[in-house]
């Protein structure tokens, strides 16, 4: 059985999805595409010979569609979302999930009306072979109770039209989601600290920020985020257990000695680093299509770490500790 | 345009091969498969829903069949892949290519009266990304003429029917590839010192081994090859240049502080190891073939590896350097 | 010339500096020692073929003794210091060199009216090998200017004894001084957050703390004292400046395969890690005396530090951010 | 006690011995010294406030002398040491103890003659915390017997009078001396290979070579002797037994991550690489003294490393595997 899927969205991340679903994924197959700039749809239809519809609708709706990809604008995706599962169809979202806490929460009713999982939600950093090491060290018990995280997030440089805000929505959310998945915790309270700023970045940027979260057993989590470190993209993470440590290795490549230095590469660029978890996600996420069973991050995991998000930023501009709310989670998602 | 493909040969490596084309390769397909346990080769056909044909040569003859892969037993490539040539197909053929220098040159002199490449031999750590990385730091100058490689192969443990012999022609000669095209440079001496043998072997076994190889060039290879290490599958490789060195990362895990102890998991098994380049292998091969050039490890390196493989095999019996005997490289192989 | 020392207090600490004076530091000699209980006082000075006098007055107005160490119980430190500063003697001081920011004060007076400095504050980390290379690397400009540090001081375990404020009073006191000479900058708030508590510790003990430091340049730092980590003696310290960063290597032991892991030791005690540190900050305060010019730490360090503990420990009990309120760094201290 | 030590030979080596006796050790003075060069070892001896005597046998005869070091050319280390042994006095000789069999054998008939051990031959690797924690792994059976040793010696450069056998003589010696105590077993057989030489040496030199020692047991070891390797001085080992390996740390400093590279510094000399070592071997040996006991490398240890040496001149010169001729160790030699 193909899965057939419809791509809404073809910028970068939407035309790299429609790529790795057509040569990466075995078993699904690319039937249908659109984007607001139709000229950048169709050249993407054509690309993988397929066919570009009017609007994000009519991927939804065509009968050919077994499965929808929402990579299109933030603020449109709990509408895509929303009318995917209204048609009944598997949806995969890139985050956010959606843009308000209401529109999240419409989501999480939609879904548990419908009676089954339908909506994954674009969390690839699960499906990185270091963290997954790491969720089965701390599984193991062989550390001990987790009791902090420390974790780095840099990238080389971003572009002018990154703001402070965008450190948190779009940088720091991929370590929220992943600590509480590490954790199977949630996150209760977050603050923003603002160190002394790099001289290296554009002038209305906060940068490095240093982040702290807290979970509801009581973890602590620090993360850095310092989106121009200059010298490459780097992640790093340890969790610290009441018995030991467990910490994700950097990227292996060659060492050279050479110039009175022992030493290797670090990455550019956050696509080498995470090429083979996004590939992993898309097989996967197709692979549980089939089995009829979703196992990927659900719309909870969404609406969880967009609330998470927004009490981040609201803490970056208030300088305080701000409390998560967030609503019940519904035995529907494992509460 | 799908590459369709016979399989001759659905023992353990033909099985994964199949699932590799089903489930990992993009626009190729398995159309036919064939073994000498003709109740194999129908349950490894059923598991994709393809067809089971009698023999080798009728997966060669199918006009379905557009390339084949030849993973049966050594002894019977050489047969196998002459036919292919004959019927002028691409033939992917694991290692050996052939088991007699006489029937290489048959293969050699067959392909060149084709008048273009057809066969790829099984080398698959030219898909590796340490040694890619590895070429690219050689190729780039940047530690100068390479005199030196220092490498070694481990195995936790192998079967009773394992020989010493093996030790070259299963074990060894992945490193023999991997040299000549580390280094674009002939291996023309080999060497085998016998080490004390370890105690965890069986009898017959000379376990380690430490092999020694010469290139044209004058670089010096020294191959520990230790199938009994019994902590892991470990390979490394350094190579030695004029200015500086290179080296081989270990596989990247976790890291884990505990007990006292700092350190990182060994690889048990060859699979983890180069699962990516089994995977790119096939997916390269294919592309190729898409694109009606070939350029994996030629028929050529599968005749050169042989010979080497021999002469070694020759040393670690009589002791003695041996020479290797090849003939002149035909420049249609780049020579 | 050989530089004779009187010690005050022949403890654990005591007894290893009459070691190291005696057998590693060439140049110096104990002249006499002595300690509240006047027995180990007697077995200390046996040890080493030396006088046990009955007083800490006794040893500084002894005329054989050109130089004092004081290794005494903590709220007796002051009073030496101030003695040994009366007496025109040169006097290293074990942290704290005060318990209160007055005594502290005092002690910064008393030199200054001496017009030379006599006071040097064990803070040995200053000459640890990895420190000063660090040290090295930032005062180099070749990572930037200094934005963040993130540090980590674990212990394997500590005894019943152990209460909360020792996390800031006995162990993070040494980052405290660490990160002020690292940076050449001065810290001006601080604050403590209380992680879940481990299971292996005693009931009282808040066990780890996360501790946030900002200087007066707005640089950050964060620091995990977790000291029951069950593992092992671990410090870790990475400076993140403008265009890199630059880490504390670990402790260099044998890499061991074996039985499936790749790793090393953890050392189980901060004797071995600061070792060669506590020799040469003894080798060099005995040059510097011979040069008649102190180079080590200084009592406006054993102040300041005294006042960013007390503040440290103000923030563990009240939660909130605490300034450090320091007086004016006096000229003679390099202000 | 204090040991005073007489210094025949005041050039690099013998200089800082010189300061390493007077700086480092506690317990030793250097109370006189001698050279070829009287000048020269006027200026040696005025720095350390001794005296000069004109020549070694002066030093050896020197009633206030107790204890001989001799640094000076290698030809003339047998007569010294034969004249300290007669006057019944410890003498500390720098390799070569002996530049000919013979009279390796008669400074051994001398000591046993006097019946007590008096010589320790200058092996300072000994006493470096890497291999002496890798011969506590080696003799705890964690890693099973040993089989294989894979060494490498390369230094940054070496001047033009640096000549072929040198790189036996000079540099593999040490590597020859510490096989043998690793492993307590002896060499018996040697060769050297010389592969492609590297462009950057002056036109008379093999450079690099290979070298390949076996043991009585039957443990094989390979060598990489490289003395123009341009990027720095680097040591390695590994040592690879039954059931697992183990090897030599890289020296520890500080890693930077900066313009896309993450490394660390290699040394470029081997005086920072032994310094440890170096002082220890000084530390011990007068300990060793002071407790009438030798513990370090035996007049035996210094005759047998200079057989082997030879052997593996002679391979160097004749390219054959050379047996090493070894009279049977005395029993006043642990044999």
């Not at 590939?279 to 996420?285: G, H, S």
């Not at 692979?287 to 990927?296: M, P, V």
């Amino acid at each position: 059985m193909t899965v057939h899927i419809g791509v809404i969205g073809t910028g970068m991340i939407g035309q790299d999805h429609i790529r790795r679903i057509t040569d990466v994924v075995t078993g699904a197959e690319v039937v249908a595409v659109t984007d607001v700039d139709a000229e950048r749809a169709k050249e993407a239809a054509d690309r993988v010979g397929t066919r570009a519809l009017p609007t994000g609708q009519d991927i939804i709706a065509d009968p050919l569609v077994d499965a929808v990809v929402v990579t299109s604008w933030g603020p449109t995706h709990a509408e895509y979302v929303l009318a995917s599962i209204e048609a009944g169809k598997y949806v995969f979202c890139e985050k956010p999930l959606a843009t308000t806490a209401e529109d999240g929460l419409r989501i999480l009713e939609a879904e548990q009306a419908f009676g089954k999982r339908l909506v994954q939600v674009g969390f690839m950093r699960r499906y990185d072979a270091g963290y997954r090491s790491m969720k089965r060290v701390i599984d193991s018990g062989e550390i001990g109770a987790p009791l902090l995280l420390h974790c780095v997030h840099r990238n080389a440089t971003v572009p002018e039209t990154y703001h402070s805000d965008m450190a948190v929505q779009d940088t720091a959310v991929h370590e929220i989601d992943i600590v509480r998945w590490l954790l199977d915790d949630e996150i209760v309270a977050t603050q923003v600290i603002r160190p002394r700023k790099t001289s290296k970045r554009f002038e209305h940027l906060q940068d490095p920020q240093l982040m702290l979260f807290e979970t509801a057993s009581g973890v602590r989590i620090d993360l850095e985020v310092f989106v121009n470190c200059q010298y490459g993209y780097d992640i790093q993470c340890e969790t610290v257990g009441e018995t030991g440590t467990v910490r994700l290795p950097d990227p292996a490549d060659v060492w050279v000695r050479r110039a009175a230095r022992h030493g290797t590469t670090v990455l550019q660029d956050w696509r080498p680093r995470f090429a083979a978890a996004f590939d992993l996600e898309f097989v996967e996420w197709v692979a549980s299509i089939r089995n009829g069973q979703l196992t990927g991050p659900s719309s909870w995991d969404g609406y969880a770490v967009s609330v998470i998000s927004d009490a981040t930023v609201e803490s970056l501009h208030s300088g305080r500790v701000v409390s998560v709310q967030l609503k019940d989670r519904p035995a529907f998602y494992g509460g």
